[in-house]
C-alpha cells in the first residue's frame, strides 16, 4: 500500500506532496514533502502507507526545467532542495507554488502527471 507519483510527461519532472497529518509539530494539520525527480515513464512512492486512511483529499505540484506546471488554486511555501516539513515551515529561500487537489478512494493510489 502506498501513494505513487508517475510521470507520464516526455520530459523529467520535480514533484512534492503534501497529506494531513494532525497536530504537526509547528502547530499545523498539514505535512509537505518533496522534491521527487521523476524521469519520463517512471514511477516513485510518496508516502508509504494506506492512502485512503490518511485522508480523501491529497495535494501535489510538479514542475520541468522547461517551465512546465501541474498545478492549481492550493499556495504553499516550498524550498528549493529537498524537504518534509509541517505546512507552516518556511524560510527565507521558499517560494510560493499552488497545488492542485486530487482525490484518493484506495490505499495502493498512483497519481499521473500527464500532457503539460
Not at 508516502?47 to 512546465?68: I, M, P, S
Not at 492550493?74 to 529561500?93: A, D, I, N, Y
Amino acid at each position: 500500500m502506498a501513494m505513487r507519483f508517475r510521470n507520464n510527461y516526455q520530459a523529467t519532472i520535480w514533484a512534492m506532496v503534501e497529506w494531513s497529518f494532525p497536530n504537526c509539530p509547528d502547530g499545523g494539520d498539514w505535512l509537505k514533502k518533496g522534491w521527487w525527480q521523476i524521469a519520463p515513464g517512471q514511477e516513485v512512492i510518496v508516502y508509504g502507507g494506506d492512502a485512503d486512511a490518511v485522508n480523501r483529499f491529497w495535494y501535489a505540484y510538479a514542475h520541468t526545467d522547461d517551465g512546465v506546471e501541474w498545478g492549481g488554486t492550493f499556495p504553499e511555501l516550498v524550498p528549493p532542495q529537498r524537504f518534509e516539513w509541517c505546512e507552516k515551515t518556511s524560510s527565507t529561500q521558499c517560494r510560493t507554488i499552488n497545488m492542485h487537489q486530487f482525490e484518493v478512494t484506495t490505499s495502493d493510489h498512483v497519481h499521473s502527471f500527464n500532457g503539460g
